[in-house]
């Protein structure tokens, strides 16, 4: 039986070193911490001390950016074992991970690459996540990638795809809205279609962050998913827009890049904790 | 065709000269070259910057542009192999002694290996050092035929530039000032607790310190010293090791008596 993700229904926080001070000081008004896996996969040293003090306050959400689940070549064994050690240690409420690949032939992209969606990319996709939740023994969230072009052999559209997967291997789906809106900017499709397709009854944690503009090859506009600013308006209105249909979902700010203060992030996290409040109200009256 | 597409996607990732994969396709181009240099970026852009987290000094010294010219040829040619990127980057200072341009800085290179050693000590695993106390309490007779077990933190970097006297005052450690005494450095770094520290060892102490950490008993350590450097005076330099924190055990030799023959 595999442990199921089980964060709580708050906003949260990615975790940043630099905030450990302000964080540890005093309790936040705040549901829950994320912190990437493989930032915490050395031996000892103040990583693994700040993960500890932040564990025993908060509950936890380890995501993980360098497992390639979409990589056509079999899952990284090594990887997948100090993924395993890292949720021994710290039993964090949820572990989650990427449509997407960052590995290939032994070397790491560092960098969330697409794939084409396809029933031999879905089968293989199916393998992975089988694979993680035996090895881990939990359910593990899928996350929606943000991409910036499409394959001509992709025969399944995305939202099928991770439904599949999730129908498949009982793995949950981690919904980030900003992914969804910088894809269907840069791919000129409508978010809330996608939203509306999306089967949300699997989703088990919402991501929001920020993206940056630029302009493709004809002068479209091209966003990029940089996680380095507010998040945008269109952004917050998709993701009112989904709280109202669902209820409360654990919620993350992710700010990885020009990383604020702390104050800024967690006022971030209190906006989205609001729309949390407000739909929590509406479902109770 | 299975996995073709990204064998093709991964080798133009690295290879800014070779054609955007095929099969990849926007809903506006057909061929969306300036969509396809999004990824080629991020990789490499994300990979100069892990590395200017891990090399910050030298950054400080070439200058922002020189460093990030330099490491981009560094991630073309020796992209990371494993998704643990705190550790992407050791190969970087001998790159960096190779790297034609960065020749007028001969020191540049043992800089780099200074900071490469700094991020493995504060990755390292946790170890209770020994204190001062267990050291008092040692028989004086065997003293000699002691062994230490090194925090495994520690490293000694060994340098012919004043490589810690560069470091500490390109990372605020120490104010800038003309360096009169132009001469070689070891430096030690350990993280005995939870912070980092750099130090320069004095005559004769990497060379102590590194015949201990091949297991090499004290009275050996110190010929080796000595044969380093006669300036070696074992009473400071066993001060230092406790004080800094590099012991994790102290192997204390069984009587001889109780040897077999």
């Known amino acids: ?285 | 065709m299975p996995a073709s597409f990204q064998t093709s996607f991964a080798d133009a990732l690295l290879d800014a000269d070779r054609p955007i994969p095929h099969g990849v396709t926007a809903h506006n181009a057909a061929s969306p070259a300036r969509r396809f240099a999004v990824y080629r970026n991020n990789v490499v852009s994300s990979l100069v910057k892990a590395l200017g987290r891990r090399f910050p000094v030298v950054e400080q010294l070439v200058g922002a542009e020189f460093f990030a010219a330099m490491a981009r040829v560094f991630v073309t040619e020796q992209p990371p192999r494993s998704p643990l990127l705190a550790t992407y980057g050791d190969g970087f200072p001998a790159f960096v002694a190779t790297f034609a341009p960065a020749r007028d800085l001969p020191y540049l290179a043992d800089v780099a290996r200074l900071e490469a050693a700094r991020t493995r000590a504060y990755h390292a695993a946790d170890a209770a050092p020994v204190g001062a106390d267990r050291f008092a309490k040692l028989d004086y007779e065997v003293a000699g035929d002691l062994r230490i077990a090194m925090h495994p933190s520690a490293e000694i970097v060994r340098s012919p530039f004043p490589i810690v006297t560069i470091w500490a005052m390109n990372s605020g450690e120490q104010q800038l000032a003309p360096l009169e005494n132009w001469r070689g450095e070891d430096a030690l770094v350990a993280r005995p607790l939870l912070d980092v520290q750099v130090r320069t060892l004095p005559p004769g102490g990497a060379a102590f310190l590194l015949a201990l950490a091949t297991g090499r008993s004290i009275g050996e350590a110190t010929e080796a010293a000595l044969a380093d450097d006669p300036d070696f005076d074992l009473t400071c330099n066993l001060a230092g090791l406790i004080g800094s924190g590099l012991a994790r055990d102290i192997i204390i030799p069984e009587p001889k008596g109780r040897r077999q023959p």
């Open chain 1, 1 to 285: 039986m595999l442990t199921a993700s089980h964060l709580p229904a708050c906003a949260g926080v990615g975790f940043k070193p630099v905030h450990a001070s302000d964080i540890l000081a005093s309790p936040q008004p705040v549901g829950f911490f994320e912190v990437h896996a493989e930032n915490y996969m050395g031996a000892g040293g103040p990583p693994h001390a700040q993960l500890t003090a932040l564990r025993e306050r908060y509950a936890l959400s380890v995501h993980g950016v360098g497992l390639s689940i979409g990589s056509m070549r079999p899952l990284d064994r090594a990887h997948l074992a100090r993924l395993k050690r890292l949720c021994d240690r710290y039993q964090p409420e949820s572990f989650s991970e990427h449509l997407a690949w960052s590995s290939h032939d032994d070397i790491y992209f560092n960098d969330l690459l697409p794939l084409p969606y396809t029933q031999e990319t879905l089968a293989r996709i199916i393998e992975h996540v089988d694979e993680v939740q035996t090895v881990l023994g939990r359910q593990m969230l899928l996350e929606n990638p943000a991409t910036y072009l499409r394959f001509s052999e992709s025969t399944i559209p995305e939202v099928d795809f991770l439904n599949q997967v999730a129908e498949h291997t009982g793995c949950g789906l981690l919904l980030d809205i900003n992914n969804v809106f910088v894809s269907a900017t840069n791919h000129d499709s409508e978010p809330l279609a996608y939203l509306d397709s999306f089967p949300l009854d699997r989703v088990r944690e919402i991501h929001l962050g920020g993206h940056a503009e630029e302009t493709d090859d004809v002068g479209a506009p091209l966003l990029i998913d940089t996680h380095g600013s507010p998040i945008s308006a269109g952004v917050w209105a998709l993701y009112k827009h989904v709280i109202t249909r669902t209820g409360s979902i654990a919620t993350l700010i992710e700010w990885d890049n020009d990383i604020p203060d702390w104050p800024t992030l967690r006022a971030e996290a209190a906006m989205a904790q609001d729309v949390l409040s407000t739909a929590s109200r509406l479902s109770a009256a």
